[in-house]
């Protein structure tokens, strides 16, 4: 039986034994310790349901089975409880990161952009990725709670593998406001991490990729051979050897935006480049002379 504190001093065994059926819980002997529980329906002696914020204390009434005994006995009080809410802890999910965008083809649509990004670190908090675009203009204030609210037609699923995830577009793949993506608009890419439900309750996005607009590539314009190029790089620097360097007029590396972050005039057999003034990212190495050959090279 439950009783409220401030009722609990003046409570014996003839009030408990004329406690409705309704108002108490009846537990069975099982000849060992028992524990058992009220449910959210459950009242006090009063008919009172049990609620938050009050002071309770529980009494057992020990009912005689009228062979071996057949005088009821009523326990001392419990110790005083009063009931609160309990938060369950929440976690957020865990973010994924390096979102990079690249216009990897001319087809004049969406299937020219390609996104790769690197996992979250603890995948277990992921139920799945969706990837968005959206206008550079609207960026600013693309948050959690707007990306939460994107439309299923609006985004890019990804399950979760434990590895970097690189892919392109569909054709008629559309911004998260609906609207087809075209050549000429700046776009970034976010990565909504939706929480798995378990290890994590909270979604939780990426910060925004690298700017780009997608642009369709002039015509007769060739890829430098594989035979006329060597690329290295380490932790520092990016080092680029050319088999023939008579050939060139200028060389420069290009990120994906059209900027130009580094240009020689003159011909050369091997150049460096520190990586201190490059981003983790797709650029093209432009080589100008008697033909303009490009190179999309992965810098890491």
């Not at 799945?128 to 206008?135: A, P, S, T």
């Not at 060739?222 to 007029?249: A, H, K, M, T, W």
């Amino acid at each position: 039986m439950v009783v409220k504190s401030a009722n609990a001093a003046s409570i014996d065994t003839s009030d408990a034994n004329i406690v409705q059926a309704s108002r108490y819980l009846v537990v069975n002997p099982t000849g060992s310790g028992i524990s058992t529980s009220f449910n959210s329906n459950s009242v006090d002696v009063d008919g009172a349901v049990i609620a938050n914020g009050t002071s309770y204390k529980c009494f057992i009434l020990s009912v005689a089975d009228g062979i071996s005994a057949d005088i009821n006995a009523l326990s001392s009080s419990s110790n005083a409880i009063s009931l609160t809410t309990v938060v369950a802890p929440t976690t957020v999910a865990d973010t994924s990161y390096n979102i990079l965008i690249s216009d990897v083809a001319d087809n004049q649509h969406a299937a020219d952009m390609e996104i790769s990004f690197t996992p979250a670190t603890n995948e277990n908090t992921i139920g799945e990725y969706r990837v968005m675009i959206v206008k550079s203009s609207a960026s600013s204030g693309f948050d959690t709670t707007a990306a939460q609210n994107v439309g299923a037609g609006n985004y890019h699923t990804v399950s979760p593998n434990g590895s970097p995830h690189s892919f392109t577009l569909t054709p008629w793949f559309s911004d998260v406001h609906g609207d087809t993506i075209v050549e000429g608009v700046e776009y970034v890419a976010f990565v909504m991490n939706m929480a798995d439900g378990n290890d994590a309750t909270l979604n939780s996005l990426s910060g925004p990729s690298n700017p780009l607009i997608l642009t369709s590539h002039p015509s007769g314009i060739d890829e430098i051979s594989e035979s006329d190029i060597e690329i290295f790089q380490n932790e520092v620097s990016l080092l680029i050897g050319f088999f023939n360097p008579d050939e060139q007029n200028s060389v420069a590396l290009i990120d994906m935006n059209g900027r130009i972050l580094w240009e020689s005039k003159t011909s050369v057999r091997q150049v460096i480049i520190p990586k201190s003034s490059l981003n983790p990212g797709i650029y093209s190495l432009q080589r100008l002379g008697s033909t303009t050959l490009v190179l999309k090279i992965w810098v890491w």
